[in-house]
């Protein structure tokens, strides 16, 4: 089993930048590919950045340049980068493990941007 806990959201101002770390919980974290996903109310939760195993990374298109997403396997964390950040980043942004079949999510972290 798999727990996964998100911490570092909160309240903004456009042009700022916020860092959200997810701590893993469980075996096997390197082989699991690491991703953050975000979701507002009334729509589909989309991918904002994924982290393989062995460090390959892929960005929704519209936070490229402006986020940054790593993972530490020593310390099972995988942690989001987020600069610049407008408006419509504002969201729940939501840690993902994925592996073959197996699929994990964290509780979610309310990200706001607003003046």
């Known amino acids: 089993q798999v727990l996964l806990v998100e911490s570092g959201g909160g309240l903004v101002q456009p042009g700022d930048s916020l860092s959200l770390s997810c701590k893993f919980s469980g075996l096997a974290f390197s082989m699991y590919d690491m991703g953050w996903y975000r979701q507002v109310p009334g729509k589909q939760r989309d991918m904002v950045a994924i982290i393989s195993g062995d460090g390959s990374t892929n960005y929704k298109y519209s936070v490229k340049g402006r986020f940054t997403i790593s993972r530490d396997n020593a310390k099972n964390t995988v942690s989001l980068q987020m600069n610049s950040l407008k408006p419509e980043d504002t969201a729940v942004y939501y840690c993902?493990?994925?592996?073959?079949?197996?699929?994990?999510w964290g509780q979610g972290a309310q990200v706001t941007v607003s003046s």
């Open positions: 993902h493990a994925g592996r073959q079949r197996l699929n994990y």
